[in-house]
């Protein structure tokens, strides 16, 4: 029986391509810069490789903030921009814009109750805290944890034991983990021998040798989930 959702939020609660689109356009234009398709493009893999490589390690989040514009930069041949304040900026920005997944406030709101709901990110904290508040989300959340806060990001193991700490669920069978990554939260969930559950709208094949319990293209899929879960 599950009696607790830890939720991932980009990618899952709230479209993160949305906000980050319309905050580099925002940014891009306050530094009198012109933004193609071309450029959002590539800087969506710049940023993604530069997160895989945060799970995996290798640069540290200050290095991601910053690099990833850096990258970009070089790249278009985009010169004296101040990456400090531009980092900045953005991240103000992506903070200030939120469009829901799913209906994804309307259900955590019916689940309340139900199960007990926490966040689990790995977002920069001052970005998802107003990103949470502004869209209600946190409202139907327990508790918010946020790898800048904990130290270390999903899937590393000392974020799940730093999060079940206060989790008030202490049987882990019960915990259900809601993500999109595979290498992040669905990794992170099943080493935590938490259940977990992929969340996967655009039918991505799973080429990691990670499976998770369950896979829903909706969330509204968690609540077949959680009667399932009943019965067993
Ligand atoms: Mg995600």
């Known amino acids: 029986m599950i009696t607790t959702i830890l939720w991932d939020v980009d990618g899952t609660l709230l479209n993160f391509t949305y906000s980050q689109e319309l905050a580099l356009k925002k ?16 800087y969506d893999r710049i940023n993604d490789s530069y997160w895989k490589r945060l799970e ?35 991240q103000q920005e992506l903070g200030n814009i939120y469009q829901y997944i799913d209906d994804s ?7 309340r109750g139900q199960v007990d709901q926490y966040v689990i990110t790995n977002g920069v904290t001052l970005t998802q805290r107003n990103k949470l508040k502004l869209s209600g989300l946190d409202v139907w959340m327990k508790d918010i944890f946020i790898s800048e806060e904990i130290g270390v990001p999903k899937p590393d ?13 202490k049987d882990r069978s019960h915990i259900l983990v809601v993500g999109d990554s595979l290498t992040s939260d669905i990794k992170g969930g099943i080493q935590a021998g938490l259940k977990t559950c992929w969340y996967r709208p655009n039918g991505t094949v799973n080429e990691t040798p990670w ?3 369950y896979e829903i293209s909706h969330l509204n899929q968690i609540f077949t989930i959680l009667e399932h879960s009943l019965l067993n």
């Open 157 to 169: 193991p000392l974020f799940f034991v730093k999060c079940l700490q206060k989790v008030t669920e």
């Open 211 to 213: 499976v998770p319990d």
């Open 105 to 111: 406030c309307n259900i955590c709101q019916a689940l």
């Open 27 to 42: 940014c891009f234009q306050s530094a009198g810069l012109m933004i193609t398709e071309e450029i959002l493009k590539r």
């Open 56 to 90: 995996l390690g290798e640069v540290t989040k200050a290095q991601l903030l910053i690099g990833r514009f850096q990258t970009l930069f070089e790249e278009f041949g985009i010169e004296n921009v101040d990456l400090e304040r531009f980092g900045k900026e953005y």
